[in-house]
């Protein structure tokens, strides 16, 4: 098991530059004891950075889960229990926090408002999108879900990062919850325990992603388009604003 930084605090995930321990090496893939690169899932992209070590250097184009965290890399290959300094690039990686929580914020303000379950999501740099079923809003019924949004944005909502109980999350009408974003539904039942990311009150949301300390650092949200997909689903596109 990789030990990952972000998934326990914001200050891991906030951590830009590490030192890791080499586990295995593999052609192109690189494993480690610890990491702050962020494995591609849940909707948000791989990070990518590099890893150097004494006499070489990896660029990291992609990081995949498999059981182990396997950063793909181009260029040199360590030894096995070689020390790494590892960096990801933050500005990439720092947008795609405040996006993601982004998404988090609009599914839970959709599903309050009109009861819609979050049925996909691709978060991105430069936009992202969501998929909303049921869903068909207008053009002015966007606009006031974005006033919603960035209303919230302006309360500058603090984000926690926790661990529930399972049983205690599902079919429990008391929680505010985007959860029905829920690709955790299809977590083997094996697993009891899940981290959760709340927004202040208005949302708790089991997820592994990466997410901003609080929503001010989001800037604002402007959606840019709807698309409606079939008779019932709806995918809005939305991109930040500082
Ligand atoms: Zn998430």
Redesign the pocket.
Known sequence: MTVQYHMSSHEGTYKRKFVAEVTSVFPGIIELDQTAFYHLG???PADTGSLTWDDGEGKVFDVRKKNRIRHMVDGDLPEVGSTIAGSIDWDRRYLHMRM?TS??LVSAVVSEKYGSDTVG?QIGGDKSRIDFKPLKLSDSEINMLQDDVNEYINKDLKIDINEADRSDLENNPEIRSSMS?GLWKMLPSSVKRLRV?SIGDIDV?????T?VRSLAEIGSVEFVKKDNKGAEKQRLTYILND
């Open positions: 849940g909707g948000q993601h998404q988090h999501n974003s990311i949301c089991p997820c592994a992603g997410h």
